[in-house]
């Protein structure tokens, strides 16, 4: 690394130039130990002397050259596709995006002029150099350049090979090929692909005659590749052993988590094997990059004002239960975390309950349940009503125990935020009547329901207008007088993989707890009733919020009608 007398001339210096520093003899062995430059950011980083983003910032700094989390950063195919994957692994560099003809790319040592040249010349066009951590640029590699072309020449040579030459595998034999390179390679490669494809659950399925790959994305299943039926035990077992599941049981059910590290977070899975007819079958959930996935504040989410303003003021009551409902991948959890970030300030106390925690929150206490210590989300909350809470976020409301402690916090001054998994907003209320807590309870501790959709989003690279039928207009609409309205789709792109959609946006239903509602669940009332009270002060369905979304050319209505009940049809 040069050093020159106008900028700092490494790490080191840059460290004890912050104010308040107080490292001394940490930061000198770190020195002597490692020298200065890339050894000795990966040492201070590695003994949290300083975070991650404001160690490579202030190594950054001194090169004279920006830092970008590759993982936090637009990354784009064109960019990717302008330096063949060899060179980016002997260069340790990533391409990241192109603009006005030039390549910003990441590099673990963009001061190397001669290198950035070279790079440019390969790109055939000027090259920016930003700095990454070689481990982030790595593995960024490893996810942005995984395609079903190279997962499946990898297959192939797989099953050419001797390992799989016995039909029946030995449990001793079977684990011996789970752990071999070229499994865990191909595994890998599987989830570095459903990574860069923004999906949200893989399915490993046996057929009849062939094994098929599936992923989740944007809601939609989507077939992605098909391997030869004696792999899958092997792959099944590879699973297995990442959860320290029992591999040789296969006629039963199992549950497991397993967390694969990607640059200097980790991505965690939730894995749900099954027997089949024809052998078992695992989904793996991806829940989400530690430390990565975005927080999204209540604005970013395009809630729709009328549902916004109310849901505010909402979470600014000192005392009482909010829910937000939905099927399972809904985004319950990311309208939660929203609101608590609008809350969270040096004043409150707030302490969540999860499984798993999805995004660290700085200046909250989060907990993870952990069923195999019987530590369960009653226990945790028991405990945490010792610990002067003013919020607690109580990730899913399951039993009647977790129920009737969560209803006692909020009589008894604490603001409480849980998920439910109901359909509607008025069925939460039913819902907590039905496992058992007393009408008496529920009816002055629950403030607000909020219910939640996810639709595919149209693809705004490929997005285009059409004018739907008078019957379609007819049947989603009751106004007769609405005219020529133009409905959006996607045409398809390469953006978009060719499915016209990229992304998701969330629609809602917000059910305010009035007196009139409380006389209903005092009365123990059924959620047509509730439903019908809760109108009457301006509650509006999901489908009408969802329409609103299709006018504003943000999903289809497709994509509504697929999720949501043709009783709400407004």
Same mark, same amino acid.
């Given at each position: 690394?040069?050093?020159?007398?106008?900028?700092?001339?490494?790490?080191?210096?840059?460290?004890?130039?912050?104010?308040?520093?107080?490292?001394?003899?940490?930061?000198?062995?770190?020195?002597?130990?490692?020298?200065?430059?890339?050894?000795?950011?990966?040492?201070?980083?590695?003994?949290?002397?300083?975070?991650?983003?404001?160690?490579?910032?202030?190594?950054?700094?001194?090169?004279?050259?920006?830092?970008?989390?590759?993982?936090?950063?637009?990354?784009?195919?064109?960019?990717?596709?302008?330096?063949?994957?060899?060179?980016?692994?002997?260069?340790?560099?990533?391409?990241?995006?192109?603009?006005?003809?030039?390549?910003?790319?990441?590099?673990?040592?963009?001061?190397?002029?001669?290198?950035?040249?070279?790079?440019?010349?390969?790109?055939?066009?000027?090259?920016?150099?930003?700095?990454?951590?070689?481990?982030?640029?790595?593995?960024?590699?490893?996810?942005?350049?995984? /395609?079903? !072309?190279?997962?499946?020449?990898? #297959?192939?040579?797989?099953?050419? %090979?001797?390992?799989?030459? +016995? =039909?029946? $595998?030995?449990?001793?034999?079977?684990?011996?090929?789970?752990?071999?390179?070229?499994?865990?390679?191909?595994?890998?490669?599987?989830?570095?692909?459903?990574?860069?494809?923004?999906?949200?659950?893989?399915?490993?399925?046996?057929?009849?005659?062939?094994?098929?790959?599936?992923?989740?994305?944007?809601?939609?299943?989507?077939?992605?590749?098909?391997?030869?039926?004696?792999?899958?035990?092997?792959?099944?077992?590879?699973?297995?052993?990442?959860?320290?599941?029992?591999?040789?049981?296969?006629?039963?059910?199992?549950?497991?988590?397993?967390?694969?590290?990607?640059?200097?977070?980790?991505?965690?899975?939730?894995?749900?094997?099954?027997?089949?007819?024809?052998?078992?079958?695992?989904?793996?959930?991806?829940?989400?990059? /530690?430390? !990565?996935?975005?927080?999204?504040? #209540?604005?970013?989410?395009?809630? %729709?004002?009328?549902?916004? +303003? =109310?849901? $505010?003021?909402?979470?600014?009551?000192?005392?009482?239960?909010?829910?937000?409902?939905?099927?399972?991948?809904?985004?319950?959890?990311?309208?939660?975390?929203?609101?608590?970030?609008?809350?969270?300030?040096?004043?409150?106390?707030?302490?969540?309950?999860?499984?798993?925690?999805?995004?660290?929150?700085?200046?909250?206490?989060?907990?993870?349940?952990?069923?195999?210590?019987?530590?369960?989300?009653?226990?945790?909350?028991?405990?945490?009503?010792?610990?002067?809470?003013?919020?607690?976020?109580?990730?899913?409301?399951?039993?009647?125990?977790?129920?009737?402690?969560?209803?006692?916090?909020?009589?008894?001054?604490?603001?409480?935020?849980?998920?439910?998994?109901?359909?509607?907003?008025?069925?939460?209320?039913?819902?907590?009547?039905?496992?058992?807590?007393?009408?008496?309870?529920?009816?002055?501790?629950?403030?607000?329901?909020?219910? +939640?959709?996810?639709?595919?989003?149209?693809?705004?690279?490929?997005?285009?207008?059409?004018?739907?039928?008078?019957?379609?207009?007819?049947?989603?609409?009751?106004?007769?007088?609405?005219?020529?309205?133009?409905?959006?789709?996607?045409?398809?792109?390469?953006?978009?993989?060719?499915?016209?959609?990229?992304?998701?946006?969330?629609?809602?239903?917000?059910?305010?707890?009035?007196?009139?509602?409380?006389?209903?669940?005092?009365?123990?009332?059924?959620?047509?009733?509730?439903?019908?009270?809760?109108?009457?002060?301006?509650?509006?369905?999901?489908?009408?919020?969802?329409?609103?979304?299709?006018?504003?050319?943000?999903?289809?209505?497709?994509?509504?009608?697929?999720?949501?009940?043709?009783?709400?049809?407004?």
């Amino acid at each position: 690394m040069s050093k020159t007398p106008s900028s700092p001339s490494s790490l080191a210096e840059s460290i004890r130039r912050l104010p308040g520093f107080a490292f001394g003899g940490q930061l000198g062995l770190l020195e002597a130990q490692h020298g200065d430059g890339l050894p000795l950011l990966q040492a201070v980083i590695e003994a949290k002397l300083l975070a991650k983003d404001e160690a490579c910032r202030l190594h950054a700094d001194a090169l004279g050259i920006a830092y970008i989390d590759p993982f936090a950063s637009v990354i784009t195919d064109e960019a990717i596709a302008a330096v063949p994957l060899e060179i980016a692994q002997k260069a340790r560099m990533v391409g990241l995006y192109i603009l006005d003809g030039v390549l910003t790319a990441a590099f673990a040592t963009p001061e190397d002029a001669s290198l950035v040249k070279r790079i440019s010349q390969i790109a055939q066009m000027p090259v920016s150099p930003v700095f990454a951590l070689p481990r982030e640029i790595e593995d960024t590699i490893h996810i942005q350049y995984s /395609s079903e !072309k190279t997962i499946e020449e990898g #297959l192939q040579e797989l099953e050419r %090979s001797r390992l799989f030459d +016995q =039909p029946d $595998l030995a449990t001793d034999r079977l684990i011996a090929i789970a752990d071999s390179e070229s499994l865990v390679q191909i595994l890998d490669e599987i989830i570095y692909y459903a990574l860069r494809e923004r999906a949200t659950d893989i399915h490993i399925e046996p057929r009849e005659t062939q094994s098929h790959v599936r992923f989740r994305i944007d809601g939609m299943l989507r077939e992605v590749l098909t391997y030869s039926r004696k792999l899958h035990r092997a792959f099944i077992s590879r699973i297995k052993i990442l959860c320290n599941l029992n591999i040789a049981e296969t006629r039963f059910p199992q549950d497991g988590r397993f967390s694969l590290s990607v640059g200097t977070s980790s991505a965690n899975f939730r894995v749900s094997t099954i027997p089949s007819q024809h052998g078992e079958k695992a989904v793996l959930r991806i829940l989400a990059m /530690s430390g !990565k996935k975005s927080m999204l504040t #209540l604005e970013r989410m395009m809630m %729709s004002q009328t549902i916004l +303003q =109310p849901f $505010l003021r909402l979470i600014q009551n000192p005392n009482g239960i909010i829910f937000v409902t939905g099927p399972t991948g809904s985004g319950k959890t990311t309208t939660l975390y929203s609101a608590l970030h609008e809350i969270n300030k040096p004043d409150v106390n707030i302490s969540t309950i999860e499984d798993p925690i999805e995004i660290q929150l700085e200046g909250v206490t989060q907990t993870q349940v952990n069923t195999h210590i019987d530590l369960h989300f009653d226990t945790v909350l028991r405990a945490l009503l010792r610990q002067d809470p003013d919020v607690i976020l109580i990730g899913e409301i399951r039993d009647l125990e977790t129920a009737k402690i969560a209803t006692e916090a909020a009589l008894t001054g604490h603001i409480v935020f849980a998920t439910l998994h109901t359909s509607t907003a008025a069925q939460a209320i039913v819902r907590l009547l039905e496992i058992g807590v007393a009408p008496y309870m529920v009816a002055p501790s629950v403030i607000g329901v909020l219910a +939640q959709r996810l639709a595919a989003r149209i693809c705004d690279n490929c997005k285009e207008p059409y004018i739907p039928s008078p019957e379609v207009l007819r049947k989603y609409f009751k106004e007769d007088g609405l005219g020529e309205v133009s409905f959006f789709r996607g045409r398809g792109c390469k953006s978009c993989r060719g499915t016209g959609y990229k992304g998701r946006i969330a629609f809602h239903e917000l059910v305010l707890i009035t007196e009139e509602i409380r006389t209903l669940i005092s009365a123990n009332a059924s959620v047509q009733q509730i439903t019908a009270a809760a109108a009457r002060v301006g509650f509006k369905p999901l489908r009408y919020d969802g329409l609103k979304k299709v006018l504003l050319g943000l999903t289809t209505i497709e994509e509504i009608e697929a999720n949501t009940s043709f009783e709400w049809a407004t």
